[in-house]
């Protein structure tokens, strides 16, 4: 929860489930349990949201490991596997990362799996990095 302004609370984490259950309901996709295959080991999440991005409503891959598992190649595997359903059989054309300026763990498995940092926008007061991989 480094980068977010505050661990949630118990209130907050049943809007955010109700939240990403809305999302299958409306879009047909969202976020994912990440397992570890070898011993079922759950490591966080990762899936594809539509997100407010500078005012555009995009497809934006998202990745949240919890700290013990971090480095070890796992957000980097979930992500890619996510772009890689969201072009072959969501159809998504790009799909865009963003994260905090100070985020660089963040912007290094963006930049991992073929995406390009593009641009910054502010959102909520804060500076965020836009990374983009699109189809040429």
């Known amino acids: 929860m480094r ?3 505050h661990a949630l609370s ?3 984490v049943e809007k955010w489930i109700e939240r990403n259950i809305e999302r299958y309901n409306n879009d047909g996709f969202g976020l994912w349990a990440v397992i ?3 011993d079922n080991q759950f490591l966080g999440d990762c899936g594809i949201t539509l997100q407010n991005i500078d005012g555009d409503i995009l497809p934006e891959i998202g990745f949240h490991i919890i700290k013990t598992y971090c480095n070890k190649g796992y957000a980097t595997e979930a992500a ?5 359903y969201a072009i072959d059989v969501l159809g998504f054309k790009s799909i865009y990362s963003y994260s905090e ?6 912007q290094r498995v963006s930049s991992k799996i073929g995406m ?6 502010k959102k909520d007061g804060t500076e965020e990095v836009v990374y983009e991989f699109h189809l040429d």
């Open 3 to 5: 980068y977010y302004p």
């Open 10 to 12: 118990n209130e907050e």
């Open 36 to 38: 570890r295959k070898a």
């Open 80 to 84: 890619e596997a996510c772009k890689k």
């Open 101 to 106: 300026v100070g985020n660089k763990a963040s």
């Open 116 to 121: 390009t940092r593009v641009r910054t926008f």
